[in-house]
């Protein structure tokens, strides 16, 4: 980052590891015992920008000290590998992403093939949807508990979103009533993806300075590829085999890869037996709101995330709607997938080298500007196609980019509880879906021209929301690295 404005000059030094930064008094002890020269009037300072200063740039990986506030080589906490085992870390991470957003991305072929068989008749587009959007609220508001067992490690937390996550794709295959997707898919399933998203959102940084958007972007890139995998493979299970057991096949890979996983994941920074010792505390601290610039990237952030549901979960309907067959609209939504996946590696390395804010700035403006321009003349395959792949390409950025953004804004001292908050106000975020499935019903015809311009709308106002916070942030300065 730009260090003309006293910020720090590279977010890079900003670390995402949420959960260990709940105790004040951790903090000051680490900070003084690695850090002599550094008063406590300067560790506890106030920055009304709500932003770490520059002069705190030299302690700032001492203050990650506090993960462990127990004796540990210095070296350990300050000369992150970024690399080493911590990419068989990120290939964990890019397991949780498969199991978590794959799962999640793919919701419309099960949407559509529940539509034409076993809910047909009982349930209406507007419900059905809503399954997808309860997965995403579960996800985000429930996130906040994983962090309350910290102290059992990150292993524990991943092993134990994982058996949740499958166990609610498993019993998703005994669905007979809508309500019964409402409970197993959306809020089961999202509750174990709330376990295997912290767990990846805190271990992952620990292990890479210069590299961590990268890290994170391949991590996340999971979710592209894991829909681009699974969506030919679901629509051929259900071809074949039916929904119930399209769901229990499913539910075994994720068991597999999620084994994998629970195996692969490691803290680079122990936990010491204080800390595992200490009472539950809350994360959330509500003295949070009163920071200006974190109220507005919760604006910003919660309101461009609200345009990535709908083309996902309504992509086979549309194609349906305008003569592309089954088979089409999922290679349609593997091809979106795969651009989803592809992008989030390749924008990843270019958010380390522009700044994570303006990264997100870009993509979020993008992705309206795609939905306005593209979407409503898509009436053919190939037209659809093009939309599949810039739509996919910029949609995604939001859960690589919020944990180090969200650092960014808050400073490592209220991480933890800025990141729970964040992940929490998100959840409005699913409203998207059937806020457009409402649209769509007063649209003429059940036309899909109103979601097209509420989703570039909401896109692009998310996009200037954020970029006033930029210029908060930087006094002004909108085209520095930030």
């Known amino acids: 980052m730009i260090s003309s404005t006293g910020l720090p000059k590279n977010d890079n030094d900003l670390t995402i590891t949420a959960q260990y930064y709940n105790n004040d008094k951790d903090i000051k002890k680490a900070v003084n015992n690695t850090n002599d020269e550094v008063s406590s009037n300067e560790s506890n300072h106030y920055n009304p920008r709500n932003t770490p200063e520059k002069k705190h740039s030299d302690i700032r990986m001492n203050d990650e000290a506090s993960a462990v506030d127990e004796p540990t080589s210095k070296d350990l906490l300050n000369d992150a590998p970024d690399g080493g085992y911590g990419w068989a870390v990120v290939v964990a991470g890019f397991f949780a992403y498969v199991t978590m957003f794959g799962v999640a991305n793919i919701y419309g072929l099960f949407s559509q093939a529940y539509a034409t068989s076993t809910l047909e008749g009982k349930s209406t587009t507007l419900e059905l949807m809503t399954v997808g959007s309860v997965l995403f609220v579960s996800l985000n508001v429930l996130s906040p508990i994983s962090v309350l067992l910290v102290r059992f490690g990150t292993r524990f937390n991943y092993a134990l979103g994982s058996i949740l996550a499958c166990l609610g794709v498993f019993l998703a295959s005994f669905t007979t009533e809508v309500w019964h997707l409402y409970l197993t898919q959306g809020l089961l399933f999202g509750f174990g993806s709330s376990f295997l998203y912290m767990s990846v959102a805190s271990v992952v940084p620990q292990w890479f300075t210069k590299r961590r958007a990268a890290a994170m972007g391949i991590s996340s890139a999971g979710s592209g590829l894991g829909a681009l995998s699974m969506s030919p493979m679901v629509n051929y299970l259900i071809s074949k085999y039916g929904l119930p057991w399209a769901y229990r096949i499913l539910g075994f890979f994720l068991l597999g890869i999620c084994t994998v996983g629970t195996v692969l994941i490691k803290d680079r920074v122990p936990m010491s037996s204080n800390r595992k010792n200490q009472p539950i505390k809350s994360p959330i601290k509500l003295s949070m709101f009163k920071m200006v610039n974190f109220d507005i990237w919760l604006i910003g952030s919660v309101i461009s995330v609200m345009g990535y549901l709908p083309p996902v979960f309504y992509l086979p309907k549309y194609a349906a709607s305008i003569g592309i067959n089954k088979n089409d609209a999922s290679n349609l939504l593997s091809i979106l997938s795969a651009s989803n996946a592809a992008f989030r590696i390749i924008l990843g390395f270019g958010a380390d080298k522009i700044g994570r804010l303006n990264m997100f700035i870009i993509v979020s403006a993008l992705s309206g500007i795609f939905s306005f321009v593209i ?45 729970s908050i964040a992940f929490i106000v998100s959840a409005i975020a699913a409203m998207g879906t059937p806020i457009s499935a409402a649209i769509q019903d007063v649209t003429p015809n059940n036309g899909y021209f109103g979601i097209q311009m509420f989703n570039g709308a909401i896109y692009v106002l998310g996009a200037f929301i954020c970029l006033y916070l930029k210029y908060r942030l930087t006094g002004g300065s909108l085209l520095s690295k930030y």
């Not at 093009?386 to 944990?403: E, F, Q, V």
């Open 375 to 419: 979407w409503p003349f898509a009436d053919s395959y190939n037209i659809l196609l093009l939309y599949c792949i810039l739509w996919g390409a910029t949609s995604g950025m939001y859960y690589a980019l919020a944990a180090p953004i969200t650092a960014t804004v808050v400073g490592m001292k209220d991480l933890s509880s800025g990141l």
